[in-house]
């Protein structure tokens, strides 16, 4: 568990998983140099569970090389990657324990997505199935039906809280420096151990809740993060598969998935507007044009009409839209 100023949230997502502890199991929090009163809450903890190691830096290393040394310290032979924000259902220690014992390298847990509060919203999409699965990324056939059940970047593991993996695997996969500093080094550490064959077992069922609206890197606003996500995935599909193979479309197409014109684009579009930042309003075309860059007339359409409508024309759509909405609800 990497955390960085999360001292008044990191007590509740402790107290889900210490509650759930059993022999062999040890909790490893890596902190970079936190400015609050992290460290007084985790030392709290410390004294009531002796399975519990905190380790405090004094300068903050950045998510990625945090996460990859968080692991580093563990001693386990699996590491479950935690938010420090997010709260793991009861039962579902148990249930990673008893799935660790089939061996796989790589497990992939469903999540349910919540409000800042942890009022729960929604299942998060993964992929499309219904069920548990296993895949061998290092076989091609496995690999493009994995890619192509994909829904969200979580299927191409962005969000760490769903991972669950072998440390000798890790271990044996050198952190890529070209990556630090991305967000997604952590996801090129996977990718580079598909070649030599990494076998990935989807759990459906939901094992954690996952806070919302509490992004540590919207310090540069909204269309900066999303570009952070939509730059280091396209990088990440042409650096390990290639830009036209199948592998890289489907990444694209799972952006594009997370980026849809009408609920994303145009809200933002609208939200820069009203803003008045110019600097942001370049960088939304950019977004726009990378994330809808596939030469389909199915992708152009979408960017001709966010082109062409006018943020204020779109600004009046959404107040019709929202002063309607609960009328349509009705119907």
């Known amino acids: 568990m990497p955390t960085y100023n999360f001292g008044k949230y990191i007590g509740a ?45 004094d300068f903050r290393g950045g998510i990625d090389r945090d996460m990859a040394r968080t692991v580093e310290l563990a001693r386990g032979e699996y590491c479950w990657l935690f938010s420090s924000d997010d709260l793991m ?22 999540l349910t997505l919540c409000t800042r509060e942890m009022q729960p919203l929604m299942q998060h999409p993964v992929l499309r199935l219904e069920s548990d699965a296993v895949f061998d990324l290092g076989n091609e ?30 271990d044996a996969t050198p952190f890529d420096g070209s990556f630090d500093g991305s967000l997604w080094a952590h996801v090129a ?10 076998t990935v077992k989807y759990l ?8 919302g609206d509490n992004d540590s890197f919207m310090d540069k606003g909204l269309v900066h993060r999303y570009m952070m996500a939509v730059d280091g995935y396209h990088r990440l599909a042409d650096t390990f598969f290639g830009k036209h193979t199948a592998e890289a479309y489907h990444i694209r ?13 145009a809200s933002l579009k609208v939200k820069v507007y009203e803003e008045g930042n110019q600097g942001d309003q370049r960088l939304l075309d950019e977004l726009a044009s990378k994330v809808y860059k596939d030469a389909s007339l199915l992708n152009q359409f979408p960017l001709l009409l966010y082109r062409s409508v006018p943020a ?20």
Request: charged share 25%; proline share 3%.
């Open 141 to 170: 056939r496995d690999r493009l039906r994995y890619f192509e059940l994909a829904e969200t970047t979580t299927a191409f593991f962005s969000f760490m809280g769903s991972l669950i993996v072998k440390k000798s695997k890790w």
């Open 204 to 211: 459906q069922e939901s094992l954690l809740d996952k806070r």
């Open 13 to 57: 997502s402790l107290e889900s998983i210490v509650c759930q502890l059993a022999d062999g199991v040890e909790i490893v929090i890596l902190d970079g140099g936190s400015t609050d009163d992290t460290a007084e809450v985790v030392q709290g903890f410390q004294k009531r569970y002796h399975g519990l190691r905190y380790y405090r830096q």
């Open 189 to 198: 550490r996977v990718f580079q151990m598909i070649p030599q064959g990494l």
């Open 89 to 110: 259902h009861q039962g579902a220690l148990r249930r990673v324990l008893e799935e660790i014992d089939l061996g796989f390298e790589l497990y992939l847990c469903g």
């Open 312 to 331: 204020p024309a779109l600004k009046v759509a959404k107040t019709f839209y929202k002063a309607m909405k609960p009328y349509l609800s009705r119907s």
């Open 253 to 265: 197409r799972v952006i594009r998935n997370e980026f849809p014109p009408f609920r994303a684009l």
